[in-house]
Nanobody
Framework: QVQLAESGGGLVQAGGSLRLSCTAS????????MGWFRQAPGKEVEREFV??????????MYADSVKGRFTVSRDNDRSTVYLQMNTLKADDTGIYYC???????????????????WGQGTQVTVSS
């Protein structure tokens, strides 16, 4: 059973930084692409793509809204994926989730349906 646990969220002022971590149980993410999504406040808001990283860690993708500010990376030895978030804005507020791509030996993808396991999320609040 794959279990993903996000951490590192919190309250930060606009312009500040946070580093999120996503740690997997055992070695269940080695060999898989991983992604970060977020859900802004509001019941009808869909979970949107933020960033992804391929299984080797050499290919990355970012949403236009975070390019140049966020950096995704991974440490396969620690079964952990990171999201470094700099120059945070109020619009970055939301619950951040990490997820594992279904297909092994995959690059990341911005499409939710291509992920099978999700963490419980970590809250990020950016005050303006």
């Amino acid at each position: 059973q794959v279990q993903l646990a996000e951490s590192g969220g919190g309250l930060v002022q606009a312009g500040g930084s946070l580093r999120l971590s996503c740690t997997a149980s055992e070695r269940t993410v080695r060999g898989y692409g991983m992604g970060w999504f977020r859900q802004a406040p509001g019941k009808e808001v869909e979970r949107e793509f933020v960033a992804s990283i391929g299984w080797r860690g050499t290919s990355t993708m970012y949403a236009d809204s975070v390019k140049g500010r966020f950096t995704v990376s991974r440490d396969n030895d620690r079964s952990t994926v990171y999201l470094q978030m700099n120059t945070l804005k109020a619009d970055d507020t939301g619950i951040y989730y990490c997820a594992r791509v279904k297909a092994p030996f995959s690059d990341g993808t911005p499409f939710r349906h291509e992920y099978d396991y999700w963490g419980q999320g970590t809250q990020v609040t950016v005050s303006s």
